[in-house]
């Protein structure tokens, strides 16, 4: 059990395309199953701390996830930082979505024009993102993060 723990938080190596999908499934499981407990543990009549008993293993299942990604990216040849490249626009949507107050209502106005690209922005290296980790093959040869997982 330490070991498959050890290897699910490792930053370092490669993993193949199928190994992915095969941890992925169960980081996903526990990721909504540790949300769920916090969220019903927030709405109950229980003290509000309660609600961290969900914490520990969303935390794991999330750091896990991005591991997962890193030795994904790794085995496609690339730094695990193209993780934060498919990911950062979501954020600066959600940051331009906040600093306007809500989405306006005006298609004009130059704040939802902005908000609009920021969010095809977001879902269009969501998806090659999505492809590249989830779908593409690995490289056959050995590279500079190790030996071919296959």
Do not use: E
């Not at 950062?88 to 130059?110: E, K, Y």
């Amino acid at each position: 059990m330490a070991g498959y723990i050890s290897r699910a938080l490792a930053f370092t190596g490669r993993t193949g395309v199928l190994n992915y999908w095969r941890a992925q499934r169960p980081l996903a499981l526990i990721l909504m199953l540790g949300i769920a407990v916090s969220l019903f543990l927030l709405i109950s009549p229980l003290p509000k701390w309660t609600a961290l008993i969900g914490l520990a293993p969303t935390l794991f299942a999330y750091v896990g996830s991005i591991a997962l990604g890193v030795r994904r990216l790794h085995d496609r040849g690339r730094s695990g930082w193209w993780l934060v490249g498919y990911s950062w626009p979501l954020a600066f949507a959600g940051v331009q979505i906040s600093r306007a107050g809500g989405i306006p209502g005006d298609p004009a106005s130059p704040v939802f024009i902005a908000i609009c690209l920021a969010v095809l922005a977001a879902f269009i290296l969501a998806v090659w993102g999505w492809i590249d980790i989830g779908l593409l093959k690995g490289r056959a040869a050995p590279n500079r993060y190790g030996p071919s997982p296959t």
